[in-house]
């Protein structure tokens, strides 16, 4: 499962990533993000949170890469990274460095309170 959340005054999007993803799920997110991105201007930062996930079906880095591809395009900035555990981190840190531009200043947190220190709203 996933869950999308913006806030507009903040610039900030957040995408949470729970229990098993498979590509299905993937894809709904991806256009759910689209449908977001149109009220969101250049220049702000995304959340990731992978705490709660359990896996995700290695067929979703398609729909990984379309999203990263979006945010990329529509000029994200920061993207902080909740992963605890680093085995969880499905590859995007290998993916981000094909899909994002040199200047998205990416970190990946072990805490969401060490992601709300970096990210605050």
């Known amino acids: 499962m996933y ?4 806030d507009a005054a903040a610039r900030l999007f957040t995408i949470s990533w729970t229990g098993h993803v498979d590509p299905e799920e993937a ?3 991806h256009e759910e993000i689209q449908q977001h991105l149109s009220n969101i201007k250049p220049g702000f930062r995304m959340l ?6 359990e896996s995700m079906d290695f067929t979703c ?3 990984i890469d379309r999203m990263m591809d979006l945010f990329n395009k529509c000029g994200v900035e920061t ?8 085995r969880k981190d499905i590859g995007f840190s290998i993916m ?3 899909h994002y531009s040199h200047g998205v200043h990416i970190v990946t947190c072990k805490t969401m309170e060490e992601a709300k220190r970096i990210l605050p709203v």
Do not use: A, E, W
């Open 96 to 98: 981000s460095l094909f």
């Open 3 to 6: 869950h999308i959340t913006l």
């Open 61 to 63: 880095s398609t729909q």
């Open 79 to 86: 993207i902080v990274r909740v992963i605890p555990n680093p």
């Open 48 to 53: 990731t949170d992978l705490s709660d996930l």
């Open 27 to 29: 894809q709904c997110c």
